[in-house]
């Protein structure tokens, strides 16, 4: 490895080398309610965080096909995590943990079923007018 390859690499490393708020087995972590809505509703969980971190394109979709693992690797990326695309693929397999750590993360700006009625007419009707477009 050259000088510069190597001076690059720590650079990136630097970068990324904020850790989460709370560690990924900490279920409770965020709050009882936050831990039960991701055990519960953790396909509207994972749209909401994507929501969160700004990088959604459509609820419904999110809720349909995102996975943890994938929300979680680019969660790190977005907020300038340390880890690992190895880790996030294992951490799957406690979904509601690793829900719970980005909702603690995030912190008061996550919100709970955060869909609106003009987010779910565009998701089923391209071109859907919005209610401000409707009342004109």
Not at 25 to 32: E, F, M, N, V, W
Request: hydrophobic share 40%.
């Amino acid at each position: 490895m050259g000088a510069f390859e190597y001076s690059r690499a720590r650079v990136c490393l630097n970068l990324m080398s904020r850790s989460f708020k709370s560690q990924w087995y900490d279920c409770c972590a965020a709050g009882l309610l936050p831990c039960c809505y991701a055990y519960v509703l953790p396909w509207c969980a994972i749209a909401d965080i994507n929501k969160a971190i700004g990088t959604q394109d459509d609820y419904i979709f999110d809720t349909l096909c995102l996975n943890g693992s994938v929300l979680r690797n680019r969660y790190r990326k977005v907020k300038q995590v340390s880890g690992h695309c190895v880790g996030d693929c294992c951490l799957n397999c406690c979904p509601c943990c690793l829900l719970v750590q980005m909702m603690h993360d995030i912190g008061p700006e996550f919100q709970m079923l955060n869909i609106t009625g003009d987010e779910v007419k565009r998701s089923f009707w391209v071109g859907a007018p919005t209610s401000t477009e409707m009342i004109r």
